[in-house]
Structures are given as structure tokens and as C-alpha cells.
């Protein structure tokens, strides 16, 4: 008889309403060991069925017990009675004139986040987010407007990337390398909706399933995470994800980086620069990535650029230029393409990286701070806003 499941396993995230069996979509490999153990798998066994499973789940994508064909028939028999292998469900999916897809996810609650796949030369990047709504109130940012409503699992997170791959036809066949290259899905970013970083232990343990090489298997080198600078943070990123590091930097002085990203009278520029300056050797990765919104007449002036070079001077470093991407009621606007290029300039002369980002999908407003699920009402009240800006 296997052993009952265990009080334990409350914590672990599953599938709704209560009481419903667990899904296994999430787990670290240790908890998916300890979940089949407290299930009835002998001890010894356990290392090999989490191999197994995790192979049939994350490698092949096979969401039914049944499917699993190297189990024996009476332990996918007991698999099926008390887990489940469940993605969020996409609600809408959203097809750009460029190719853009914009997903409408939602997960247990009701709750719904978006998750954008961006297909490019040579490479396919998903957005993916990791908070509904956000608790931070960057000022030219559509999510930030939108409450925090909570954090997502880790099985929601990697979750984003499993439909997506589903959505491409992306699960390997038999006799196909899952490391090909030209795989659909080759870069994630965590660019989504929400802080990475205020949701550090499930973005983690999500990555890493990302990141087995039994499974999806994407190189740390293709996952970038972006924070809005959670200065305490920085140093675990590097040493438990590992991932390259981007940063939303958008401005050169503390007065107006105070106002475009109120973390900023929190964690300053020069405490940001302090831990973006130990971020490489730490993660043994080559440069961070510096986004930096181009707002008219607010940030884009050739003093910030040539004040933006000697501040990032000696950090190995790529600038994204981002063209602002407006949404209803936003208090900016784009600064010109003229002014872009401008600014694109000095920063190349000084021998950095400048790309100027492409927006793209914002037909179907899925381009970067656009993302804001429509059916997600809870709005934060100016007193809130003005509130948290001053931290
Ligand atoms: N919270 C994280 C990640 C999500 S935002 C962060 O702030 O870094 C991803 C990127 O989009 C950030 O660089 C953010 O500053 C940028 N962004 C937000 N709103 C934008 C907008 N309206 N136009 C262009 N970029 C925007
Ligand atoms: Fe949150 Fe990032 Fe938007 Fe700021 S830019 S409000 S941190 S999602």
C-alpha cells in the first residue's frame, strides 16, 4: 500500500479546487523525489523515477501517466490517481502582423498574465512574467499601474514556457536533438509582467528546470533575467541562477531615475552600480545588458548619454536602447528616431553595444510595458502610488 500523502505536501503547489491531486509541473527534482517517495515509490528507486518522469515531462512534454510506456503499468496507475501534469491555460492568443504571439494565461484564482514569443532571425525569444501585476510603480510602465495580486510558481513560470513549446509543435520527436539550434524557442527573458526578483525562489527553481539538460535544456547563457535593480538580490542571482542579468536603468541622475523607477530612493544608482560591478565574476558571464527607455525630453539628452558612459565605465556592458512603447493615458512620449539614433551614437563611440530596440506585437499591444491583463481590474489608487514611490 503506498503511504498516504503527507501534511507536507500542502505546501507544495497543485492543482485546484483543494484537495485535488498534485501537479507535478514546478517541482525541483528534489521535491518531485520527495513527492513520489510520500507517495509509496521505495527509497531506492526514487532517483530513477525521478529521472524518468522528469525526462517524459520536461523533455517530451507528455502530460498523461499512461504515456510514460518505461513505467510499469500499476506505478502509472498510482502516478495518475495522485498527480496530475497541468499547464496554465491560455485563455487568448494573439497573432502580430509581425509574428509576434501574445498569450493570455491564466492561472489557479482566476488570475491571468501574459506571456509574449517573439520570433527573429536566427533565434525565438519568450517573454515571460513572473508576478500579476507588480508591486513596483515604474512611471512609464503599463503593469505598474496594476496591483500586485501575487506571485507566480514556479510551475506557472516554467509553465509559460511548456504551452508555448506546445503552441510551436516544439517537443522533440524521436531521433531529434532537443539542443538543436534552431529550435523555436531559444531565449527566454523574464520581461514580463512583474519584479523577478520579489519572486526569487520561484523564478529560480523554475529556471533550473529550464535549464536541465534532461529536459528543456536552454543554456544559462540564453535566459536573461531583468530587474528593476533589487540591489539585495543581485549577488544570489548570479550564484543560484546564473543567468546574464539585465538591467532597467533608463536614467543618469538619482532625481530622475527617483521618478521613472522609484526602487531608485531605495537602492540607489551607485548601489546598483555596486552590485551590477560584481555581477560577472560572479556568474562567470560576459556582460549585463543596461535597458534604458527613451523618453522625450525626460532621459534622452547627449549629456545623459556621456553622463550614462562614465557612470557604467568599467562594467562590461551592452545598452538597449528601448523606444518607448505607449499605452491609454501614459504621461510620455517617444523620443524621436532622430534623437534615438543620437544617442545610439555616442554610446557606440564609446565603444559600447547600443541596439536600439525593435518594438514588435504592438499591434496587439504586446510590446515591452504594454503587458496589463485587461481583465484584471484591481487598479493601485494615486495615494498608493504616490505612497509606495516614496518607499
Ligand atoms: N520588472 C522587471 C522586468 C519587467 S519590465 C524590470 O523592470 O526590469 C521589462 C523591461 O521593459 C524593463 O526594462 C522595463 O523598464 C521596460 N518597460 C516598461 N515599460 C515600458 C514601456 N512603456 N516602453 C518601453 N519599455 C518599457
Ligand atoms: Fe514592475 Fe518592471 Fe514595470 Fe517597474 S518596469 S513597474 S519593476 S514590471
Same mark, same amino acid.
Given at each position: 500500500m503506498p503511504a498516504p500523502i503527507t501534511q507536507d505536501l500542502l505546501t507544495i503547489p497543485r492543482k485546484?479546487?483543494?484537495?485535488g491531486p498534485i501537479n507535478l509541473?514546478?517541482? *525541483?527534482r528534489a521535491q518531485l523525489r520527495d513527492t513520489l517517495v510520500a507517495a509509496g515509490t521505495p527509497e531506492k528507486q526514487a532517483k530513477m523515477r525521478v529521472g524518468q518522469v522528469w525526462q517524459w515531462i520536461y523533455e517530451k512534454g507528455v502530460r498523461s501517466f499512461d504515456e510514460m510506456t518505461n513505467l510499469a503499468k500499476p506505478y502509472r496507475a498510482l502516478l495518475s490517481e495522485r498527480f496530475v501534469i497541468e499547464l496554465p491555460e491560455v485563455v487568448t492568443r494573439q497573432v502580430s502582423s509581425d509574428g509576434t504571439r501574445k498569450y493570455l494565461v491564466r492561472i489557479a484564482g482566476g488570475h491571468e498574465v501574459e506571456t509574449v514569443y517573439i520570433p527573429e532571425e536566427g533565434r525565438g525569444t519568450l517573454c515571460i512574467s513572473s508576478q500579476v501585476g507588480c508591486t513596483l510603480t515604474c512611471s512609464f510602465c503599463h503593469t505598474g499601474t496594476q496591483k500586485l495580486v501575487r506571485n507566480l510558481t514556479a510551475g506557472e513560470i516554467i509553465g509559460q514556457v511548456m504551452l508555448a513549446r506546445d503552441d510551436l509543435g =516544439?517537443?522533440? %520527436? &524521436?531521433?531529434?536533438? &532537443?539542443?538543436? =539550434? !534552431?529550435? #523555436?524557442?531559444s531565449n527566454i527573458v523574464l520581461?514580463?509582467?512583474? %519584479?523577478p526578483l520579489y519572486n526569487f525562489e520561484a523564478v529560480r527553481d523554475a529556471m533550473k528546470i529550464a535549464m536541465d539538460p534532461e529536459g528543456i !535544456?536552454? !543554456? @544559462?547563457?540564453?535566459i536573461t533575467l531583468s530587474t528593476s535593480g533589487v540591489v539585495p538580490e543581485i549577488a544570489r542571482t548570479a550564484e543560484e541562477i546564473g543567468c546574464l542579468l539585465a538591467v532597467s536603468f533608463h536614467a543618469t541622475t538619482d532625481d530622475v531615475r527617483d521618478r521613472l523607477v522609484p526602487i531608485n530612493r531605495k537602492w540607489n544608482i551607485a548601489d546598483l552600480l555596486d552590485a551590477l560591478r560584481a555581477y560577472p565574476k560572479l556568474s562567470n558571464s560576459e556582460r549585463i545588458t543596461f535597458e534604458y527607455v527613451m523618453l522625450r525630453d525626460v532621459n534622452d539628452s547627449d549629456d545623459d548619454a556621456r553622463r550614462l558612459i562614465k557612470l557604467i565605465e568599467g562594467i562590461p556592458a551592452k545598452i538597449n536602447l528601448i523606444p518607448f512603447n505607449p499605452w491609454p493615458g501614459a504621461p510620455y512620449e517617444r523620443s524621436s528616431n532622430n534623437r534615438i539614433r543620437a544617442f545610439a551614437d555616442i554610446i557606440y563611440k564609446a565603444g559600447y553595444a547600443s541596439p536600439i530596440r525593435t518594438p514588435r506585437g504592438e499591434d496587439i499591444m /504586446? /510590446?515591452?510595458?504594454? #503587458?496589463? !491583463? /485587461? *481583465? %484584471? @481590474?484591481?487598479r493601485k489608487s494615486r495615494a498608493q502610488i504616490a505612497a509606495e514611490a516614496g518607499m
Open positions: 485546484l479546487p483543494e484537495g509541473v514546478g517541482l *525541483t =516544439e517537443w522533440p %520527436e &524521436p531521433g531529434r536533438n &532537443p539542443k538543436d =539550434e !534552431s529550435r #523555436l524557442l520581461m514580463g509582467m512583474g %519584479e !535544456s536552454l !543554456s @544559462r547563457r540564453r /504586446a /510590446a515591452c510595458g504594454q #503587458l496589463k !491583463s /485587461a *481583465t %484584471e @481590474r484591481a
